[in-house]
């Protein structure tokens, strides 16, 4: 009897458990509130020092805007008055002063210190044609107009920039001897889109170094977008050309995608910092703002220590007593805990299972069961997400789509692979879907990154659309830029294809923008997220003309109308489309007009992506079966 008494297991619940072991643990129980306390007071403190130093940024930004705005105004109207100077050196009978005008400019702005148009030679060197310098700070610097102008001549190749289009603003003090910064903005264009003149500018330092006075614990500078110094509460920083960009709060402001971030960083001196920046909406400036976490936390560190003690204390005494009794509740938590934050890593399958007939063996076997239940959940989710765009699956799993539409402004895009019957004739089955796969898979990523959503696949075409069901406000743009990255990924795709069982691959594009129904088409017991109307049917036929054409990319007037100016295009041949009453203007797209690696020419498209025009009909549309439109002459 005794035996199988001993054999038999005691059957403890975890209220006795708790009953037993709370009278013993109080004292235990409040040195770990006390340390939470002072925990839980040190992250409220690091929060509320980070939404500090992320509203002083805003406010210092702003007012760095507003400064920069006002200037860039000055620097329009100094321009003008200079540029009408240099025309009434050329006009024997034109009155007007310029320069007169100009120097009004100074008088209500005594920050503003030299001002000049500056073009480029016919070495490309850039020179200061007209200039403009605040008489009385040259007489500070006891300079003449001639000499402060001739020490500008060594910092004018920083600024060649702007003849690209780009606004700049440098430090050029260590170079001047005097503590300034310097403006460069596009003045005059030429047709290219770049600049023929630029208007430089500088202003006193002081101006901006007011602007980030230290206040208490709390530090901030400007910096522009290669990380040099262009105000500090340090002076001599700025005065000694110091460049920061190795610092991981400006590195981390650099590579952002946000206008704003915060963060907790280790500067080259190991002490740490809560730092935050802010973008300013000019020339890639920005705003940090800081405070020295020793200094901030200072207060906070005594009372850590001073409840460290305090709980070490009480924890040794109360470890001694409740050691026994810990250990039947402690493991089994413990290894919920660590199940659970496998749990939320995705981790579903976690391996345990209840070591006791308990409370807590009941949660672990409802703990187990709900892992399972979310392991199927999750595959449910990653399947489906696999046939429909990202953006609608996840709407889909919240119950958030319904059987209809909404009238919408998208982007649409159709792409077909030439002459895909005769490649698929030469290839075994397998390797047509190898091949199919690894093509859709480098489309479909170009239509990912510039915002777009593939609709439909129909054979080897692909259908997608950009401004449903998330519009990015430049739909039309991006859908030509995804064009344009299929155009060089199929490119790099042919490389090295040409064999047995590789054949190259060539496209064509047709985009079109206009109003759709955009929603669920369908039933209740099946339907489908897509586009209809009659802009759908252009982009299909717009697609159907690069074959007649010899081109790899086309857009529809309605298309060209909107980003006119941001590509080089080339205009085709009229077309008149079934279902239309009045002849198209069609475009072929040639590259962004930003982009210095973009051809130039129709001719020089057809040469990169293979297109051989020996065979290209105009006069012949497409084998479509019905024709579907007329190319006119």
């Known amino acids: 009897m005794r035996k199988s008494g001993a054999r038999r297991r005691l059957h403890f619940s975890i209220g006795f458990k708790l009953i037993t072991i709370t009278t013993i643990i109080v004292a235990a129980s409040l040195g770990g509130m006390i340390f939470l306390a002072s925990y839980f007071f040190r992250d409220d403190n690091e929060i509320r020092i980070k939404e500090n130093n992320l509203q002083v940024a805003g406010l210092i930004a702003k007012k760095v805007l507003s400064d920069v705005t006002a200037i860039v105004d000055k620097v329009g109207m100094i321009g003008n008055l200079l540029q009408a100077e240099k025309d009434r050196l050329k006009d024997a009978g034109s009155t007007a002063d310029g320069k007169s005008a100009a120097r009004s400019v100074f008088d209500t702005d005594r920050d503003i210190l030299f001002a000049a148009i500056v073009e480029k030679d016919g070495t490309d060197k850039p020179v200061i044609r007209e200039s403009l310098v605040n008489r ?54 030429i047709s290219t889109g770049e600049a023929r003149s630029i208007l430089v500018i500088l202003v006193r330092l002081e101006r ?117 009794f810990a250990k039947t509740i402690t493991k089994p938590v413990k290894r919920l805990a660590r199940a659970a934050l496998q749990v939320k890593e995705g981790q579903y399958d976690i391996g345990i299972a209840p070591t006791s007939r308990d409370e807590i063996g009941d949660l672990t076997g409802t703990f187990v069961e709900m892992a399972q239940g979310l392991a199927e959940r999750e595959k449910m989710k990653e399947a489906f997400g696999k046939f429909v765009n990202k953006e609608i699956a996840e709407k889909a799993m919240k119950g958030e789509l319904k059987l209809g539409g909404e009238r919408k402004d998208v982007a649409i895009f159709f792409s077909d692979i030439r002459s895909f019957t005769a490649i698929s004739e030469k290839l075994q ?100 997220y897509t586009v209809i109307g009659d802009a759908v049917n252009l982009a299909s036929r717009i697609e159907s003309l690069n074959k007649p054409f010899g081109t790899d990319i086309l857009i529809s007037q309605d298309a060209w109308d909107r980003v006119n100016g941001v590509f080089i295009t080339h205009p085709m041949q009229k077309i008149k489309v079934k279902g239309k009453t009045e002849p198209q203007q069609i475009y072929a797209v040639i590259g962004r007009k930003d982009d210095p690696t973009s051809p130039q020419t129709l001719d020089e498209v057809r040469t990169l992506v293979g297109v051989d025009m020996s065979h290209v009909n105009p006069d012949k549309p497409a084998d479509e079966g019905e024709v579907k439109y007329e190319i006119l002459e």
């Open 136 to 189: 009385d700070f040259a007489a500070e610097r006891g300079q003449d107009e001639a000499a402060m102008v001739a020490s500008l001549d060594p910092i004018l190749p920083s600024f060649s920039g702007s003849f690209t289009g780009q606004s700049i603003v440098a430090n050029p003090s260590p170079r001047l001897g005097y503590g300034a910064l310097a403006f460069a903005v596009p003045y005059q264009k």
């Open 208 to 324: 901006f170094n007011e602007t980030v006075k230290s206040q208490g614990i709390t530090r901030s500078y400007i910096v522009n977008g290669a990380g040099d110094v262009l105000a500090h509460f340090d002076q001599s920083l700025v005065t000694g050309g110091a460049n920061l960009a190795s610092s991981p709060v400006i590195r981390m402001m650099l590579k952002s995608t946000n206008p704003n971030g915060q963060t907790r960083y280790q500067e080259s001196d190991n002490r740490w910092y809560l730092g935050s920046f802010q973008k300013v909406e000019f020339a890639d400036l920005g705003v940090i703002v800081y405070v020295d976490e020793e200094k901030a936390f200072e207060a906070v560190y005594r009372i850590q220590r001073r409840n460290m003690l305090i709980t070490a204390l009480v924890l040794n005494f109360a470890m001694l007593i409740v050691w026994f």
């Open 429 to 528: 089955p397998e390797e047509v879907v190898e091949f199919l796969n690894a093509y859709m898979t480098r489309m479909v990523a170009c239509v990912n990154e510039t915002h777009g959503v593939v609709d439909k696949f129909i054979g080897d075409a692909i259908m997608a659309v950009w401004g449903t069901p998330v519009s990015h406000g430049n739909d039309i743009e991006n859908a030509i830029n995804g064009a344009l990255m299929m155009r060089r990924s199929l490119i790099e795709f042919n490389t090295g294809r040409g064999g047995p069982g590789k054949p190259i691959i060539k496209i064509g594009c047709g985009i079109n923008v206009g109003p759709v129904i955009a929603g669920q088409i369908g039933s209740q017991e099946r339907m489908e």
